[in-house]
């Protein structure tokens, strides 16, 4: 089934411009209301290789979203962020949905932002409630008014969207009250973050809280849908594929940074999950940087 064509859903589209970006300012790209009913709908960060990011709003409808293959129902009000080559990420319209999905999304794109966006997820999850009557949804749909025509925006003003909009996405979540569960689980990623060269032994994690390896790995699996071990891996291997991009360390001192002091068992690991070996990705990624000079 193919989808349909971009004239066929869209219901508003304007495109952003800035004329003489700033390499390290995030610029903007698209604002546009959509609407899907089939299941040919379908977006897979494992079979994406553009670079950029995007949040998505759901104003009615539903639609699904897929991380690390478990689902979840994106209904009204429902909004995620990502990475659009994020392979833990799929999202698309349900087979057998019975109401369109109407949503909002954002796409922008900038040299720093892939690590932005990858320690936004990994410290607040991919997930958000936005309001529909909020701020958020309304400084997206001013943009309604330039439907059809490209915006120009300078380079601070450009980049102020994307911050604000941000901002009003992510306060949504930081002032939300945690139960004491949501407070250990975010604690426990706050220690993973903030060393994942350290020996990060689920039980050593569970120690700090005075919990058992058993009761601290059964929250975790609660609270995101992964297995504390499974969560380590995906955090260390994220940070492992930014080093790869954007320094110009060894391979041995960035499998010693993620945390893999023995480089057979990271070269291991990475070749299985993303089926070519640490040297082979730098070497693509590179290549990719040169050809967009």
Known sequence: MTPAPYDDVRIWQTHLSVPNAHIHLPVPE??????????????????????????????????????????????????FLHNHNDPDVCYYYPPGGLRPWRFLWFAFYGADLPSLITETNSTLGYLFDVPLEGELIHLLKE??????????????????????????????????????????????????????????????????????????????????????????????????LDLLRRSRLSLKEISGRCGWNDYSNFYRIFVKRFNCSPQDFRRGNNSSAARQR
């Not at 670079?51 to 009204?76: D, F």
């Not at 009003?168 to 004491?180: A, K």
């Open 30 to 79: 698209m604002i546009v209301e959509e609407e899907q009913k089939t299941p040919a709908y379908r977006w897979d960060g494992k079979k994406r290789s553009e670079e950029g990011a995007q949040m998505v709003i759901t104003l009615s409808g539903e639609g699904r979203l897929a991380l690390a293959g478990k689902e979840h129902v994106l209904s009204a009000g429902k909004a």
């Open 143 to 240: 943009h309604k008014n330039y439907s059809g025509v490209i915006r120009l925006l300078q380079p601070f003003e450009g980049a102020e969207l994307i911050f604000r909009a941000l901002a009003l996405l992510c306060s949504s979540r930081n002032g939300t009250p945690q139960d004491p569960r949501s407070f250990i689980v975010s604690e426990t990623e706050n220690l993973i973050a903030a060393d994942p060269a350290a020996e990060l032994q689920v039980e050593k994690l569970a120690a700090r809280f005075h919990l058992s390896r058993e009761h601290l790995s059964r929250l975790f699996q609660q609270e995101t849908g992964v297995s504390l071990h499974e969560y380590i891996i995906r955090f260390r291997l994220k940070l492992a």
